[in-house]
């Protein structure tokens, strides 16, 4: 049974950072693609990040230059190091696992974690 687990989103001023991690079980890295996303209420879910099963990263291009997503296979966890924080990314964040190839495309993820709210004060 596939679980994710998302963690480590709080409270920050503007400019500050956060470490979003997400613990996998039930998975490997090497068959599933792990995606990061946000969503404010009333608004879509949109991607941030991801870290295909070759490890290689991408990333939206709000995120570029700003956050750092990573995995760490004897973990089983990726993290989104997010720096230099605005007020616009503050959001529910998800962890998503999927088979197919890293994509931004919401329908291709498959197991979901529960989400950990950013708040980034200006």
């Known amino acids: 049974d596939v679980q994710l687990q998302a963690s480590g989103g709080g409270l920050v001023q503007a400019g500050g950072s956060l470490r979003l991690s997400c613990v996998a079980s039930?998975?490997?890295?090497?068959?599933?693609?792990i995606g990061w996303f946000r969503q404010v209420p009333g608004k879509v879910r949109e991607a941030v990040a991801c870290?295909?099963?070759?490890?290689?990263?991408y990333y939206d291009d709000s995120a570029k230059g700003r956050f750092t997503i990573s995995r760490d296979k004897a973990k089983n966890t990726v993290t989104l190091q997010m720096n230099g924080l605005k007020p616009e990314d503050t959001a529910v964040y998800y962890c998503?696992?999927?088979?197919?190839?890293?994509?931004?495309?919401?329908?291709?993820?498959?197991?979901w974690g529960q989400g950990t709210l950013v708040t980034v004060s200006s």
């Open positions: 998503a696992a999927g088979t197919r190839p890293a994509t931004f495309n919401l329908e291709s993820y498959i197991h």
């Open positions: 039930g998975l490997s890295f090497d068959d599933y693609a």
């Open positions: 870290i295909a099963k070759d490890g290689a990263t």
